[in-house]
T-cell receptor
Framework: GESVGLHLPTLSVQEGDNSIINCAYS??????FIWYKQESGKGPQFIID?????DKRQGQRVTVLLNKTVKHLSLQIAATQPGDSAVYFC????????????FGQGTTLQVKP | DAGVIQSPRHEVTEMGQEVTLRCKPI?????LFWYRQTMMRGLELLIY????????DSGMPEDRFSAKMPNASFSTLKIQPSEPRDSAVYFC??????????????FGPGTRLTVL
């Protein structure tokens, strides 16, 4: 029978290249954003976060960019490695004080050796 | 810290049986979240607690699902009776809720539930 499910966007990159994963968030009141990485068979793992008073934040090989004007978030991975292959989720808080996060559907990153 | 601990990691049961999933949050965290992940619907928030009190259970699918947090270090998600459509990976996450700010949620490894 036909398989029905979420059709996650897929980004395929060559090992060593830079990757850019994009996310459009929904709530203009959101002031906290996170990127998670989920490898097969594992729970989502925190990568990097950013608050709305910043437009850029850097970690080790990763950079998050926030454009509040167009409600856009991106994750840049430098020198992509095979171990970076996973599903990447962005999340927003919707508004302060709730404690909860709203997750996007995810993007699959495939790294070609 | 060992991180968020979930048990069991895998559960296979028959339709109609009761299923109990367990979670131990990271020590000191005062928020606890239960999520369900499926291919069809992605990652869904079911319920979350703050200081052991349920805050929002609007994501709980129906009355067959219930969650408790009797103390700061333990929570359960119960399904009774279970149905095949409950088959999914269930994640528990916890966070340290800084006053006025949402904080990072840390996820457990998940429980893969299969209802036959």
């Amino acid at each position: 029978g036909e398989s029905v499910g979420l059709h996650l966007p897929t980004l395929s990159v060559q090992e060593g290249d830079n990757s850019i994963i994009n996310c459009a968030y929904s709530n203009s009141a959101s002031d906290y954003f996170i990127w998670y990485k989920q490898e097969s068979g594992k729970g989502p793992q925190f990568i990097i976060d950013i608050r709305s008073n910043m437009d850029k934040r850097q970690g080790q090989r990763v950079t998050v960019l926030l454009n509040k004007t167009v409600k856009h978030l991106s994750l840049q991975i430098a020198a992509t490695q095979p171990g970076d292959s996973a599903v990447y989720f962005c999340a927003e808080n919707g508004s302060s004080n709730t404690g909860k996060l709203i997750f996007g559907q995810g993007t699959t990153l495939q790294v070609k050796p | 810290d060992a991180g968020v601990i979930q048990s069991p990691r895998h559960e296979v049961t028959e339709m109609g049986q009761e299923v109990t999933l367990r979670c131990k949050p990271i020590s000191g965290h005062d928020y606890l979240f239960w999520y369900r992940q499926t291919m069809m619907r992605g990652l869904e928030l079911l319920i979350y607690f703050n200081n052991n009190v349920p805050i929002d259970d609007s994501g709980m699918p129906e009355d067959r699902f219930s969650a408790k947090m009797p103390n700061a270090s333990f929570s359960t998600l119960k399904i009774q009776p279970s149905e095949p459509r409950d088959s999914a990976v269930y994640f528990c996450a916890s966070s340290f809720g800084t006053s006025g700010f949402t904080d990072t949620q840390y996820f457990g490894p998940g429980t893969r539930l299969t209802v036959l």
